[in-house]
């Protein structure tokens, strides 16, 4: 065996993890091993599946279109006002499809349609009744052997409930089962609504769609008109209150001005505003007339010593009439007397004339300013008197305003309460008149664009789907089924197992052979190799045959070791075929080493007495008398002659050692069967002694376990391991039947 074999055994053994790539043809050759079982599983699952489709009763599913008006046509009063509700908006359309769900539709469909007395809708509420009905189904068949009846006695009775609470829970049941058939679907992006209901019955289900969609109308007609009747009874209660109200208010108006003495308050206020603006402009002309008087009053006091001629230059007398004329005849006789006394003298006759004249002019001016002061005294009092006297009348007319603004504001204050209460009167009589005209008009919230009718095809099961996907889950089912088997399966099934878990190289794969293909004849290992019924297995024999005589041939080894871990994996049957295949060449001896159970003799048709390995070690027996000669292959076979109690003792013994090396020098090759790893140790004692040994394992038999403490046993005992010899395969589980295959066809031809 090469080192890098027998590290990678070491390495398993030693739980050293596999570095190498997963090869994927390993799950293909998992799934082709077992197609049978996943063909098997999913056909059983598939007709499982149509089996119950058939027991399933169909369902019919029939589906009517309504749509939801967004705006209602509005008479003369919206309704939308009083419910409240703005129908451009999407919660709208949402809640309408919420009220298609709701119980109260479901409870009126439900007593339309008698659904209370339907089965599929009452359910049952015995829970022996399937029981009960499937064993009255059978009751023809066994009626003569059974009495179906008399047992069914025995079977719990419902128990008896309160009419009214057996009410409440068939009512409870059929609306579940209602709202379970109902669907509503809305149409994306339209105001489009699917109603669907299902039912066994194709007929009640097109009816109940319908039912449903016209229920959902009327009661929402019902309901806008049972709104619309409260609003009028609402309104007609509330005009009869303003109406009174509006009355009370004009009352208090009419009292207020009986009480006051007012007529027309608005012309009131205007005579009242036209006598303060008279008042107040008279007011102003006398303190101005008094403002001058004063003036001049006080201008005649301060300058009484000025005369006429200083008087008159003040600016406030300078325009009076008086002064003016007495200025201006001063005036004339003072330039007479000047213009006379530049021809006359003083004591001339008309020089005193004028003189004279002056006299009396300026008298008469000294009079005039007496009077005129006195005049313009008795001005200012009346100036003063009469400015007092419109001050107080003013003053009489300003509170008099006042008054008037004071009893104006509550005037306006009636005023407005009552106007008030007229519009509100007038308003909702307006509304109430509107709404009795209107009221017993609504126009519907929806129509139907397609009416429901009875289904020809039923919508559940979707038999072919459901099949589909059994088929499909059936076959994902048994493929994880085939993946877990193969992995809970702690045995060697294929050659890449070898290599795989095992690490070691596969020798080769013999088939299994059946005792049927060789018909009342006995199965005789001896026999197999040159049966041209089991070409397969002598080509199989042969691959391992050439393969072993390549490996004995590098190592220049002449022996060549046979064991397996546990009993019946068929190490006999591989040794004396491997032995006759290389009689076929060379020179070969067949060992019987299984001192304790042997075969090869059997296996020969040599007898129990006839001498052999036993009889050479302990009685001194001629190798000659111990060896068989098989005829037709030539093969030389030591048998493992008379029963010894001390085997082991035997082949450690020099004896046997010093045989072997006798035997190398007369043999080309030497094939031992020896027994057993797991049961004795004897297979090592002889590994030893030829250092390599084949291991022989049971497809699909030896446990993984058993192999590896086997391999372990020799690798301790430094006992190289040639290769893993899978035996008993069957054709479905390796591919390199493929050649086997091959020959086989090319015999046939």
Known sequence: MKPALINKAKNKLNGVPNTDLIDLNFYFDVLKSRWFFISLFTLLVLVATIVSLMAVQPIYRATAVL????????????????????????????????????????????????????????????????????????????GDY???????????????????????????????????????TPIRNTQLVRISFDSIDPELAAAAANAVGKTYIDSNLEARLMASREATEWLSVRVETLKQSALDSEDKLSEYLEQEGLVDVSGIDSLAGTELTDLSRRLSDARDKRVAAESIFYLLKENQGSGLAGLGSLAGNANHPQLRDIRLAEIDAERRVSELSKRYGPKHDRMQQAQAYLQSVRANAKEVLQDLASGISKELRSARQQEASLKAELDAKKQEFQSLAIKRASYEALKREVTSNRSLYDLFLTRQKETSVTGDFQSAIARFTDYATAPLEPAKPRKKLISLVALILGFIAAVLLAFASHSSNDTISQASDIESRLRLHPLGVIPMLKKRRFGSQELSDASVLYDKRQTRFSEAIRTVRTAMMLSLAQSKRKFVSVTSSVPGEGKTTVSINLAQAMAGMEKVLLIDCDLRQPSVGERFGLSSSHPGLSNLLVMGADLEDCVFVHEKSGLHV???????????????????????????????????????????????????????????VKADSTRFEQVSQSIAKLIHVNVAVDGVILNQISEKNEKEYKYYNYYRDLQKA
């Open 638 to 696: 030591l048998a493992a002659g008379l029963l010894s109690p001390y085997p082991q003792e035997l082949l450690s013994s020099p004896r046997f050692r010093n045989l072997l090396r006798d035997l190398s020098r007369q043999y080309n090759k030497i094939v031992i069967d020896t027994p057993p790893i797991s049961a004795v140790s004897d297979a090592l004692i002889v590994g030893r002694l030829t250092t390599a040994s084949i291991l022989v």
């Open 67 to 142: 749509l939801i008006e967004s705006e209602q046509p509005k008479a003369v009063v919206s309704i939308d006002e009083i419910y409240g509700i703005d129908s451009s908006k999407k919660e709208y359309y949402f809640t309408q499809f919420e009220l298609l769900k709701t119980r109260s539709i479901a409870r009126k469909v439900s007593r339309q349609l008698d659904l209370y007395s339907r089965a599929e809708f009452i359910g049952v509420n015995d829970r022996f009744a399937s029981l009960k009905a499937l064993a009255r189904h059978w009751e023809p068949t066994i």
């Open 146 to 184: 059974i009495d179906v009846e008399y047992w069914l006695s025995f079977l719990p009775k419902p128990a008896k409930s309160d009419p009214l609470l057996a009410a409440q829970r068939l009512e409870q049941r059929v609306l579940n089962k209602f709202k379970q058939s109902l669907t509503i």
